[in-house]
């Protein structure tokens, strides 16, 4: 939303703003509506035709030109908008770059050499570092009593 022309909130849904300027980059506006999905899905890039998952969260109607250049199919419904010329990306759907397959190829596509890599088990071992980190200099058992 925020990487189009402007954003607006008639019905004051994310508060007392009512119109806020975008970014500019994608030729879309879009129009807070009541009705706010969130949802976990499954989706294909229509670029690579590739598998894409991860979650939609839509509060709005976007509309412009560029959606005329969808970035994927949920559902089998056309989503996102990709400027004319193809350098910017839009999409009500979060963490498609976690899609390994999907986010290589367009790494590929940029000119960057890419090596392959499990993103999910990446992030995992991130956690995991953190996690001996708070255990090595925190008490969690007593942080964990006190939240009781």
């Not at 953190?130 to 090595?136: D, F, N, S, T, V």
Request: charged residues 25%.
């Amino acid at each position: 939303q925020m990487l189009g022309r402007i954003v607006r909130d008639p019905h004051g849904i994310e508060g007392s703003v009512r119109e806020a300027p975008g970014l500019g980059l994608l030729d879309i506006e879009t129009v807070m509506e009541p009705e706010k999905m969130v949802r976990n899905v499954t989706a294909r890039s229509l670029a690579f035709d590739l598998p894409l998952a991860g979650y939609e969260i839509h509060v709005g109607r976007t509309t412009g030109p560029d959606c005329a250049r969808p970035v994927a199919v949920i559902n089998n419904v056309a989503d996102g908008a990709s400027s004319a010329d193809g350098k910017v990306l839009g999409t009500y759907l979060h963490g498609f770059f976690s899609a390994d397959a999907f986010r290589a190829k367009f790494l590929e596509s940029l000119g960057l050499a890419v090596q392959p890599e499990n993103h999910r088990a990446r992030v995992e071992r991130a956690l995991d570092a953190i996690a001996a980190q708070l255990e090595q200099h925190l008490d969690c058992d007593a942080i964990f009593a006190a939240a009781r």
